[in-house]
T-cell receptor, first 113, second 112 residues
Framework: AQSVTQLDSQVPVFEEAPVELRCNYSSSVSVYLFWYVQYPNQGLQLLLKYLSGSTLVKGINGFEAEFNKSQTSFHLRKPSVHISDTAEYFCAVSDRPGQNFVFGPGTRLSVLP | KAGVTQTPRYLIKTRGQQVTLSCSPISGHRSVSWYQQTPGQGLQFLFEYFSETQRNKGNFPGRFSGRQFSNSRSEMNVSTLELGDSALYLC???????????FGPGTRLTVL
């Protein structure tokens, strides 16, 4: 069965600083990778996804992630964060299109003024 | 296009009662998945329905059940509620052939 690890449960960072949220997954023959964001009292919103092709994926709100097959990682990055980026971020993996989603435990990003 | 809607948004029940939560997927989406989200366990997959059939099931006791109707709307039921069932229950839908899920705002269930 697939599994996802997000090593950092909380990441505090100052406004306008860069941030990286780490995600590692258990290997599989084929894998689809996702980052979702959850703002307080809301559902999850897709930030970006990797299905195939270029390993650098750009998403909404200035976020990007890089798929690294050899390290089974899909780390999320943003060069300059805003207060409004404060939220919980979830990495997810599936091995079939639209099915069998497994989510990581989440990383709470706190952007400080 | 309207998003995924879940009703009710908040619910308070007592131990031993049962509860039914409802999810209306985005128009055209035939797959509906349910997740339980708690601070300690994160997001845990409950089950997925596609065209009125349960396609996948997570590792939850039989007290948790679901169904999907011909219009793709889905309900989940929890019987004999326990304190540990207090959680945010999220519903997500997917259109055919698309890889991502679209989430609703969730139903926050509190069991007293």
């Amino acid at each position: 069965a697939q599994s996802v690890t997000q090593l950092d449960s909380q990441v505090p960072v100052f406004e306008e600083a860069p941030v990286e949220l780490r995600c590692n997954y258990s290997s599989s023959v084929s894998v689809y990778l996702f980052w979702y964001v959850q703002y307080p009292n809301q559902g999850l919103q897709l930030l970006l996804k990797y299905l195939s092709g270029s390993t650098l994926v750009k998403g909404i709100n200035g976020f990007e992630a890089e798929f690294n097959k050899s390290q089974t990682s899909f780390h999320l990055r943003k060069p300059s964060v805003h207060i409004s980026d404060t939220a919980e971020y979830f990495c997810a993996v599936s091995d079939r299109p639209g099915q069998n989603f497994v989510f990581g435990p989440g990383t709470r990003l706190s952007v400080l003024p | 296009k309207a998003g995924v809607t879940q009703t009710p948004r908040y619910l308070i029940k007592t131990r031993g009662q049962q509860v039914t939560l409802s999810c209306s997927p985005i128009s055209g989406h035939r797959s509906v998945s349910w997740y339980q989200q708690t601070p300690g366990q994160g997001l845990q997959f409950l089950f997925e329905y596609f065209s009125e059939t349960q396609r996948n099931k997570g590792n939850f006791p039989g007290r948790f059940s679901g169904r999907q109707f011909s219009n793709s709307r889905s309900e989940m039921n929890v019987s004999t509620l326990e304190l540990g069932d207090s959680a945010l229950y999220l519903c997500a839908s997917s259109p055919p052939g698309v890889d991502e899920q679209f989430f609703g705002p969730g139903t926050r269930l509190t069991v007293l």
